[in-house]
């Protein structure tokens, strides 16, 4: 798959900034401190207490794991090496998964022939440690020495080891990156470029590698020389690769900010070669010598969301190619996704929430055909990966009544390869997309799902994220648990309604769609949620008492934004490894990188936008809340425990419902394992079940 291959990274905690003056709940910051987890257990156990007792709790979570663990899940591909695919597969008997490896033939034609590389549960047996799979990173087109990340607990945080495919096993006296938040790729075999952070000068203000070095095989890491450097006011610098049919670029992204980086690529004299493409493009894929930009600004007579393409050996040699049009979006949509194999250029777009998928291919005139390929309408697509020389892409295809499939697509023909058996009886059921009209008249797409002839108004759950151009698509409903897992299934089933919001801050509509939310204009996004919440109880869906809303991260400062402007229109809130404190934000474990997204709370003019919705600060006394269920890890290095642990000790304070559960391992997503995201289900459940009893 072709896309940009930066390294993931980790997480270092932001050096502590100056307490808040006035904050008497500033102690619960402390992550690992005694005080801190002794008040984080006995909330817990409150909870627990409360909602394990709800009749159907048990009976939910146990549907909700075999659900999770179905052994006839779907094995995606996680790379295609050459003639070989790898997986990583998770099941009742793996709880942290297997990764796998079988030829691509089999795979296609849905007979997978697997050989197991890592039994991660094993392993983390075998060395002590509680290991979560955060994947490999194989140098082609041997594909056959591979960087392994692996971290304990779940964090951001991983540990890099090199690893062996032919013999399947790491590889002794192999490279081994330790545990930080860093990043690495290859240069060659014996040669690997790598970004870590080893003392507060080789950091960011976010907490991430500013420096780049090269490390040679054999050689102790006191030995690797720089070969780049960013400032402290960066956000990051990374090593990355990219392929083309017959080279692989490799060079150093430099984040000058969360939404603009520069981008150098190593040229032939081995010096590093700064492309110019603006800044706040992505480069996506190269194919055919061509460097695939997307646009996030105008460009000349490009408009934002455009797909253009420049001519990568010219910038290589010095030159400034113009751009040329490889695909312009229509009102109605925004390009997602985009890759590539050897000649074809796939690219995965949204028409009004709903998925297309297109083939591109270059021309000799230098133009660009354009297929588009016959699969579901109305549905969401992902681009999972590609088969380079077979020109295939790999695909799911799935709404909320439609289970998922995983396709083969050429420009020839559309192989199904496995499809998820329906998980229950989707005849009972109907889906809607409808609109909702914010504050500024702003049209605000929304799915609802219910039960077929439904009438009278119900309980309604509202999703939604609105941040970081993420756009929101409706997936199977027992899937996602980061969202709700099978909590929307048993919803609907008990006769309430699921909706998922796509309000502005997202990707739904392009770049415009989320710098309608970004900084100064978040807002829009607080009364976007308004009004997908007042559509729903003017047209008789929701019970007026019934409406409950969740997020999760940057849908936390939703929720909460929501419940302190409107606490009577929101019976319930459910927050996820969320943020609160707007105040303290840009000083906590990675916050200093959101900074182009919410705004700088140290400079007054940002402060006062933000310190006007920010949720734990509008907190009043003497004003009733809706009841809260937040849930988050204490393992998460991206979103501070400290915002839920606070804004939950401030409700409580003031007399307001908290139902607080901090699981201790599984990092910003929660969950370390499907047996914690169904007890998560089934807590929300049972939750929801309580508060919003008729």
């Known amino acids: ?97 297997l990764w796998r490896v079988s030829p691509i033939a089999a795979f296609v ?52 080891r090199e690893f062996d495919l032919p013999s399947g096993s790491f590889v002794d006296d192999g490279f081994t990156v330790p545990l930080g938040k860093n990043s690495a790729t290859w240069l060659d075999r014996d040669t690997l470029l790598v970004a870590a952070v080893e003392d507060e000068a080789s950091s960011t203000r976010s907490g991430y590698p500013r420096v780049v070095k090269m490390w040679k095989r054999g050689t102790p890491w006191s030995a690797a020389t720089v070969v780049a450097e960013g400032a402290k006011e960066d956000i990051s610098v990374d090593p990355f690769a990219v392929t083309d049919e017959t080279a692989r670029y490799v060079g150093v992204r430099r984040g000058t900010g969360f939404y603009a980086s520069r981008l150098s690529l190593f040229g032939a004299d081995g010096k590093l070669v700064e ?82 998928l297109f083939a591109l291919r270059h021309q000799a005139n230098g133009s660009w055909t354009t297929v588009a390929m016959p699969l579901a309408a109305n549905s969401t697509i992902h681009i999972v990966g590609t088969a380079d020389s077979q020109d295939m892409a790999f695909a799911t295809v799935e709404g909320m009544l439609e289970p998922t ?9 559309i192989e199904r390869v496995q499809s998820l058996p329906a998980q229950f009886d989707a005849s009972r059921f109907s889906v809607e997309q409808k609109f909702a009209a914010s504050q500024d008249g702003t049209k605000v797409p929304y799915f609802l799902v219910r039960k077929k002839g439904a009438a009278a108004p119900a309980n309604a759950l509202i999703h939604a994220y609105g941040g970081f151009r993420a756009a929101q698509t409706p997936t199977y409903l027992t899937s996602q648990p980061y969202r709700s897992g099978p909590l929307g299934l048993f919803l609907v089933e008990d006769g309430d309604a699921f909706v998922l919001a796509n309000i502005r801050g997202g990707g739904e509509y392009g770049p415009a769609w989320h710098k309608d939310a970004l900084r100064e204009k978040r807002q829009n996004s607080f009364d976007d949620l308004e009004a997908v919440a007042r559509d729903l109880i003017a047209t008789g869906v929701a019970r007026p008492e019934g409406v409950a809303i969740s997020g999760r991260s940057n849908g936390g400062v939703l929720v909460g934004a929501a419940m302190t402007q409107h606490p009577e229109l ?52 003497g004003v009733r809340y809706p009841p809260m269920f937040v849930y988050l890890s204490t393992e998460d290095d991206r979103v501070h425990p400290g915002h839920a642990r606070k804004m939950t000790a401030r409700l409580k304070a003031l007399g307001n419902a908290v139902y607080y559960h901090e699981f201790l391992e599984g990092g910003h997503s929660v969950g370390a394992d499907r047996a914690e995201d169904a007890k998560r289900a089934a807590l929300e459940w049972a939750f929801l079940k309580t508060e919003l009893a008729r």
């Not at 909700?64 to 052994?71: E, F, I």
Request: charged share 20%; hydrophobic share 45%.
């Open 405 to 413: 499939s995983l396709l083969a697509v050429t420009g020839k023909s």
């Open 570 to 621: 929101y019976s319930a809130v459910i927050a996820g490894s969320p943020l609160f404190d707007m105040k303290r934000y840009s000083h906590l474990s990675a916050g200093a990188s959101w900074i182009d997204e919410y705004g700088d709370p140290d400079k007054p003019t940002d402060w006062a936008f933000l310190g006007a919705y920010s949720p734990y600060q509008q907190v009043r006394s």
């Open 109 to 160: 034609a849905g007979k997978p022939e697997w050989r197991v590389l890592i039994d991660v549960d094993a392993l983390g047996k075998a060395e002590g440690k509680s290991w979560v799979w955060h994947g490999a990173n194989c140098l082609p087109p041997e594909n056959r020495r591979c960087l392994v990340s692996l971290s304990p607990g779940g964090g951001d945080a991983d540990v890099i």
């Open 1 to 97: 798959m072709r896309k940009l291959a930066l390294a993931a990274a980790a997480v270092v905690t932001a050096s502590a900034a100056a307490a808040q003056s006035g904050d008497p709940y500033l102690w619960l910051e402390d992550v690992q401190g005694a005080r801190p987890l002794a008040q984080v257990k006995t909330w817990n156990s409150e909870a627990e207490a409360a909602l394990t007792r709800v009749p159907g709790y048990e009976q939910r979570r146990k549907r909700a794991l075999a659900l999770l663990n179905d052994p006839q899940q779907i094995a995606m591909p996680g790379a295609v090496l050459g003639d070989m695919v790898t997986n990583h597969w998770v099941d009742a008997d793996h709880k942290r998964g």
């Open 275 to 356: 492309l110019p493409i603006p800044d706040t493009s992505e480069l996506e894929t190269v194919i055919d010598g061509q460097a695939i930009v997307r646009l996030v600004d105008p460009l000349g007579e490009f408009a934002p969301g455009s797909l253009v393409a420049f001519d990568l050996p010219a910038m290589l040699a010095g030159s400034k190619p113009a751009a040329t049009l490889v695909m312009a979006p229509s009102a109605s949509q925004s390009i997602e996704e985009v890759t590539a194999s050897d000649d074809v250029l796939w690219v995965k777009a949204l028409d009004d929430v709903s998925g297309k």
